[in-house]
Antibody, heavy 121, light 107 residues
Framework: EVELVESGGGLVQPGGSLRLSCAASGFTFYNYWMTWVRQAPGKGLQWVANINHNAIEQYYVDPVKGRFTISRDDAKNSVYLQMNSLRVEDTAVYYC??????????????WGQGTLVTVSS | DIQMTQSPSSLSASVGDRVTITCRASQTISRYLNWYQQKPGKALKSLIYGGSNLQSGVPSRFSGSGSGTDFTLTISSLEPEDFATYYCQQSYSGPWTFGQGTRVEIK
C-alpha cells in the first residue's frame, strides 16, 4: 500500500526557514517524480514544486522560486522541501504527492495527509 | 498561467441524485484534466485522470468527460460517502493549476 507521511511543519516567523520531509513507502520510490502541493486555510490547492526521479529536474511555481528547494534521498525513500525567507502568504497545509506520468496524461495519484506550516509573528 | 474555473462553487443534493460538476480551462488543454476528491481529515483522492480515465478502486458511479476547454465530472447516483469537495486540475502546461473547488453538501 502506498503511503506518504509528511513531517516538519510548525510555527515560524516571517523571514524564517523550515524543512519539510516526506517518508514514502509501498512503492519503488526512485521510479517516480514527486511533488509538493499546498492549501492555504480555507482555500484551494496550489502546486508548489516537482522533482524528477533522478533529481536532475526541479520545477517551481513562481511565488516560491529562489526561496524553496525540493530535493530527494532515494536511499531513504524521502523527499524534502527546504523553505527559506518564509512569508505570511506561505501559510498552508503542505501535501506530499506522488506524480504519475502516462503517455497521454500526468496526474497526482497518491497524496499524504499534509503538514501545517504557519508563518506569523 | 492556465486558469481553471469550476461551477458551481457549491451544490446541495440528496442521496441518489445525479450530480454534474463543470470545469473550464482558459485555453485548450487537450485531455490533460484530472479530478480529485477532498474530505475533512482524509488524504486527497484521485478520481479521474486524462479527462475520462477512472482511477483504480474508484466506484464506477464516477465518470469524466470532455476535451479542449470544457470538462465534466458526473456522479451518477450520489452516495453518503460522496459528500466532499471536488477539484479539477490541468497538467497540460506549467504551472499546473487547480480549479477553486466544488463543495457537494447534503440537502
Amino acid at each position: 500500500e502506498v503511503e506518504l507521511v509528511e513531517s516538519g511543519g510548525g510555527l515560524v516567523q516571517p523571514g524564517g526557514s523550515l524543512r519539510l520531509s516526506c517518508a514514502a513507502s509501498g512503492f519503488t520510490f526512485y521510479n517516480y517524480w514527486m511533488t509538493w502541493v499546498r492549501q492555504a486555510p480555507g482555500k484551494g490547492l496550489q502546486w508548489v514544486a516537482n522533482i524528477n526521479h533522478n533529481a536532475i529536474e526541479q520545477y517551481y511555481v513562481d511565488p516560491v522560486k529562489g526561496r524553496f528547494t525540493i530535493s530527494r534521498d532515494d536511499a531513504k525513500n524521502s523527499v524534502y522541501l527546504q523553505m527559506n525567507s518564509l512569508r505570511v502568504e506561505d501559510t498552508a497545509v503542505y501535501y506530499c504527492v506522488r506524480l504519475r506520468f502516462g503517455s497521454t496524461t500526468n496526474y497526482f495519484d497518491y497524496w499524504g495527509q499534509g503538514t501545517l506550516v504557519t508563518v506569523s509573528s | 498561467d492556465i486558469q481553471m474555473t469550476q461551477s458551481p462553487s457549491s451544490l446541495s443534493a440528496s442521496v441518489g441524485d445525479r450530480v454534474t460538476i463543470t470545469c473550464r480551462a482558459s485555453q485548450t488543454i487537450s485531455r490533460y484534466l484530472n479530478w480529485y476528491q477532498q474530505k475533512p481529515g482524509k488524504a486527497l483522492k484521485s478520481l479521474i485522470y486524462g479527462g475520462s480515465n477512472l482511477q483504480s478502486g474508484v466506484p464506477s458511479r464516477f465518470s469524466g468527460s470532455g476535451s479542449g476547454t470544457d470538462f465534466t465530472l458526473t456522479i451518477s447516483s450520489l452516495e453518503p460517502e460522496d459528500f466532499a469537495t471536488y477539484y479539477c486540475q490541468q497538467s497540460y502546461s506549467g504551472p499546473w493549476t487547480f480549479g477553486q473547488g466544488t463543495r457537494v453538501e447534503i440537502k
